[in-house]
């Protein structure tokens, strides 16, 4: 499903379920196609090839399954392959030695992770011992000039037996005010993927204006379509405002402290009696989550030590991973007050 983004476009690529040696292969061999597909030389592909193996070939090791994301991120400095490794295994002891080349995951001697460090862009890893690990990697071309790390991020997974997820999200910045949406297209499959694919493109050609006059863009863009849930959050500073309809969930973090925003009955594009704008705290590092009724609302990050502190790709990954639906789409969309993205 394609997203908008202030960074460019982002695509998720394709999703691998990896229980099995033989999936390592498929992994890298798809990696590094799509690593070709976007213009990167034949040194880099196989660089991120490599580094999907390394993550991959660990999963079956160490958690005896997993899954893989690949997805491309168009940015205005170029294209980035990012990959994102989830499993609910058994988790690091001590994520720095596992970083270490000659030391693997599980602390004894192996490849380790060090790939990951020496030829990722960027990275970063959340992983606790009994709560598995997720590991982000983005992949700039050598000699491309160094992306920046988004603050606002979407990950999205369509249900098992469907090619194509009905969820999509788009992100925007006018004049430095970061605003997200979510739309979770009525059903599954192509047309509910049609209908969340306009949502993206009304919310991106409306005009700037608050989240309540773009989910009114969104509504009215939709009509020809079979509708969806909507929702729209603006991070201004303190605060967040925000406007929904329907089972778009929307939930300010700020450390233990959660609070749920509120969306109203409806379909956007069909029966939307009310579109109204509320307005929430936002303290300076809180977190904005939207998901669509793919992932429970019955999330809560208290008992997820040093996970706010992760960036927002890592916390939707950690999201979809434990709390999102097999029977259903499935999309978070986490934005982070500030511009602060921890190293």
Do not use: K
């Not at 605060?239 to 309809?245: F, I, L, S, T």
């Amino acid at each position: 499903m394609v997203a908008v983004s202030a960074d460019g476009t982002v695509e998720d690529v394709a999703w691998f379920t990896v229980d099995h040696v033989s999936a390592t292969g498929t992994a890298r061999r798809a990696a590094a196609s799509l690593a070709r597909r976007v213009g990167m030389s034949e040194e880099r592909a196989g660089e991120i090839a490599l580094v999907v193996a390394e993550l991959t070939g660990n999963q079956i090791n160490h958690a005896g399954s997993g899954s893989l994301l690949l997805r491309v991120r168009h940015a205005a400095a170029g294209p980035v392959v990012e990959a994102v490794a989830v499993d609910s295994g058994p988790g690091m002891v001590n994520v720095a030695a596992s970083l270490t080349d000659g030391v693997s995951s599980a602390g004894t001697l192996g490849i380790g992770l060090g790939t990951l460090s020496r030829l990722a862009t960027s990275w970063d890893i959340w992983s606790r011992p009994g709560s598995g690990t997720v590991i982000t990697a983005a992949f700039a071309d050598v000699d491309a000039e160094l992306p920046g790390i988004p603050t606002a991020v979407g990950v999205t997974r369509p249900m098992t037996g469907q090619d194509v997820c009905g969820d999509a999200y788009a992100i925007r910045t006018d004049d430095g005010v970061l605003t997200v949406m979510l739309a979770d297209g009525l059903g599954h499959g192509p047309l509910a993927a049609a209908a969340s694919t306009e949502a993206v493109r009304a919310f991106r050609g409306a005009a700037p204006g608050g989240p309540l006059a773009l989910l009114t863009a969104v509504h009215r863009a939709l009509s020809g379509t079979r509708g969806a849930a909507v929702a729209v959050a603006r991070l201004d500073p303190g605060e967040v405002r925000y406007a929904g309809v329907g089972n778009i969930a929307g939930v300010v973090v700020d450390g233990a402290a959660r609070r749920g925003m509120i969306s109203h009955p409806g379909i956007a594009g069909a029966q939307a009696r009310t579109l109204r704008e509320a307005v929430y705290p936002l303290p300076p590092g809180g977190l904005v989550v939207l998901h669509s009724d793919g992932v429970t609302e019955r999330h809560d990050l208290a008992g997820y030590p040093g996970l706010l502190a992760r960036t927002s790709l890592v916390v939707a990954a950690v999201l979809l991973r434990d709390f999102g639906v097999r029977r259903d789409d499935a999309s978070v969309v986490v934005a982070r007050a500030g511009a602060a993205v921890p190293a």
